[in-house]
């Protein structure tokens, strides 16, 4: 069994990467897309003369290539065209405002409260004969909901709306993405079983109807299925077979997750070179969906349209205020009266305040002090592991010794060993006192001490680790 896991990874680390390292950018996944954008936009000969098409097809040209910025300012041009304009259908407007949405709440710090142009295509939908936009309405309500464990039960109640509708029961590929969501809530609550079995469905419809971007989704998510059931080579095939598949959009934030999955399992088994190469691509991928450089057209839209909203609300509430001129007056100089009274209130007491504040801020620091170095070491002897970047656990009464490699630490264990990234000078301060730094690379336990020599101790499992001179135990 170990020869043939041994086998297993030893063929991963000549063939898992179809990525070329050396060669992460934009233009290494979007060299056509980026063309077609600049043809596009060559069309172009003023503002007022794009229409609401061109502005939909570069968006969504955006939008496919991970440039979620770009893709919603061109999105709410479109959509902001067409409150005078109206050149599209009903149907195609919807689409706008699903796109729309669906662009916005991939960005970080989206607020799901808001759900504007959802909202909006919701009400437009309500007397459809279809109930396509309704299905899809629930669909997004779903996927806010999976990202709290506490709004699990929402979630499956909005699951159990989009099973009633007609257009789930006709439509394979519809079908196809919400079983894929609903197997990802199936894994958060830990239904391993269940969730694969939907996931396997999900796969089997996106194969049938040749959607290769949820066959991609499916496979990943198969992955974590297996990680978290600790079945790591099973998962290992599952990204394989992802990264074989031509994905046509949405490349870099595809490949991210998939290759910060990769380095999450080689991480656990040890593996430190496959480990290294997953982390370097995984960095490269992330460097290009940067926000602080790549969300400015967004926040410069959407700031603008708050701010529309903003003044509608002003200007109802000021002719909502000009009737009530005299009342909103009294209730100000009331507010003003009490402000002042308790102004002169306040300056009475100051000074004794302030006294007795001085005297009690001493006193407190003193006591903050002593309870933070009480806590510090009542923590150290409560815990019985450290919890590592990467989320992993590792128990002390295990933990043999810490070698530092790089900006990596490697950690030796009676049972599997552990690479992370990190310092010692961090990791020590996690450590009880039977942990100390015998050497600028590494921190051993005094409880796993076979022996010592003259310059080096010699560790219960028979490694040799060498000490600083001015070291002593």
Not at 116 to 141: C, H, P
Not at 233 to 242: G, H, I, V
Not at 312 to 339: G, P
Not at 400 to 426: A, C, M, P
Request: glycine share 2%; aromatic share 16%.
């Amino acid at each position: 069994m170990k020869n043939y896991i041994f086998l297993i990874f030893f063929f991963h680390s000549f063939l898992f990467s179809q990525i070329d390292k050396d060669s992460v950018s934009y233009n290494y996944f979007y060299k056509n897309e980026i063309q077609k954008i600049v043809a596009l936009k060559k069309q172009f000969t003023t503002a007022s003369s794009v229409t609401t098409q061109q502005l939909l097809k570069i968006a969504e040209l955006y939008r496919d290539i991970n440039i979620e910025d770009s893709a919603y300012a061109n999105y709410y041009k479109a959509y902001e065209k067409e409150q005078t304009d109206k050149t599209i259908s009903e149907e195609e407007y919807k689409q706008l405002l699903y796109d729309i949405h669906y662009v916005e709440s991939s960005k970080n710090y989206y607020h799901k409260d808001r759900r504007f142009f959802l909202n909006q295509l919701y009400s437009l939908s309500q007397e459809d004969k279809s109930d396509k936009w309704r299905s899809y309405y629930y669909l997004e309500l779903a996927k806010d909901h999976l990202v709290d464990s506490l709004q699990f039960p929402e979630a499956e109640k909005e699951f159990e709306k989009i099973f009633q509708t007609e257009y789930y029961q006709k439509q394979e590929n519809f079908q196809a993405k919400t079983l894929l969501a609903y197997g990802y809530l199936k894994n958060q609550q830990q239904n391993y079983k269940e969730a694969t079995a939907i996931f396997q469905k999900s796969l089997y419809l996106s194969r049938k109807i040749a959607d290769i971007q949820n066959q991609f989704y499916n496979y990943l998510n198969l992955a974590v299925n297996d990680v978290d059931q600790s079945r790591y080579s099973e998962a290992l095939e599952y990204l394989d077979k992802a990264e074989a598949l031509p994905i046509p959009k949405y490349k870099v934030k595809s490949y991210r997750l998939l290759y910060f999955k990769r380095k999450e399992i080689y991480s656990v088994l040890g593996d430190s070179a496959l480990f290294r190469k997953s982390d370097l691509i995984f960095t490269k991928l992330d460097s290009l969906l940067d926000d602080f450089r790549k969300n400015s057209n967004f926040y410069e839209i959407d700031s603008k349209f708050q701010l529309k909203e903003k003044q509608r609300e002003l200007s109802s509430l000021e002719t909502k205020f000009n009737k009530n001129r005299v009342v909103y007056s009294i209730l100000l100089f009331l507010v003003f009266l009490l402000a002042f009274y308790s102004f002169l209130r306040w300056k009475k007491v100051d000074a004794k305040k302030r006294k007795i504040l001085q005297e009690k801020t001493a006193i407190e620091h003193r006591h903050t002090t002593t309870v933070e170095e009480l806590e510090k070491v009542k923590q150290l002897v409560i815990e019985d592991h450290i919890t590592l970047k990467n989320k992993a656990k590792v128990y002390l009464n295990e933990l043999i010794y810490i070698k530092s490699e790089d900006h990596y630490l490697q950690l030796v264990t009676t049972g599997k060993n552990q690479f992370v990234r990190g310092k010692l000078s961090e990791i020590i301060q996690q450590l009880p006192p039977n942990f100390v730094k015998c050497h600028r690379s590494y921190i051993i336990n005094k409880n796993f001490i076979g022996q010592m020599n003259k310059t080096s101790v010699v560790m219960t499992d028979k490694t040799e680790i060498p000490f600083s001179r001015n070291f002593k135990l």
